[in-house]
């Protein structure tokens, strides 16, 4: 129950994958292979790094290999290294084959429940920058997605007041469910 969240966000990631795929990668299907995903990624990440490089004739990788030139982008354009590093947790992490083995933040995984390891604290962390990279990437193709943070206000103030709040009173219900004999997840350090 303490990690919750994690299976929480899973649609809200899903829905933004899907988001990416129609409206970024020009993608109209309402499922597509991780590998055509992982390509069109590919693509957008060199479209962006060109766009640091279209006054010269030459550049590192530009007749080499794609993971030269892909790797040359991460290095001139941050907004290239982001996608990179989404591409990267993409193909490695969430939606490496989970064929015979049940172990690991994967996305199918943990949709179809065949392990108990979506409970890990550090996956909450690991969805969340998933999304923010998400939407990072629709942020540059749609400037009417606020990414950058405004600032402090009032109003972000009470916000914070009150997730500490929640946060205090979800560790509190622990000791009451363990009074009542109901075992939860072990508190981790």
């Known amino acids: ?9 899973i649609p809200v990631f899903e829905g933004g ?3 990416l795929q129609n409206q970024l990668l020009s993608e109209d299907k309402t499922n597509v292979s991780a590998e055509i995903f992982e390509q069109r990624l590919r693509k957008i990440l060199v479209d962006w790094g060109k766009r640091r490089v279209d006054k010269y004739t030459w550049h590192s990788g530009m007749y080499g290999p ?6 040359f982008y991460t290095h001139i354009c941050e907004q290239s290294d982001v996608i990179n590093c989404f591409r990267i947790f993409f193909k490695e992490v969430l939606y490496k084959s989970s064929r015979g ?18 409970n890990s604290p550090t996956n909450f ?3 969340f920058l998933a999304l923010t990279h998400i939407t990072f990437i629709e942020s540059l193709r749609n400037e009417s997605i606020p990414f950058f ?3 402090y206000s009032e109003k972000s103030n009470e916000l914070a007041n009150y997730l500490v709040s ?4 979800i560790s509190s219900r ?4 363990d009074g009542m004999g109901i075992e939860g997840y072990p508190l981790e350090p």
């Open 149 to 151: 943070w405004p600032g």
């Open 1 to 9: 129950m303490d990690h919750i969240a994690i299976m929480s966000l």
């Open 125 to 127: 962390y690991r969805i």
């Open 101 to 118: 083995k049940f172990s690991g933040f994967n996305r199918h995984v943990i949709m179809h429940m065949l392990s108990n390891d979506f």
């Open 66 to 71: 794609g993971d030269l030139e892909i790797d």
């Open 174 to 177: 622990r000791k009451s469910l």
């Open 166 to 169: 929640i946060s205090t009173s």
């Open 17 to 19: 994958l899907r988001n």
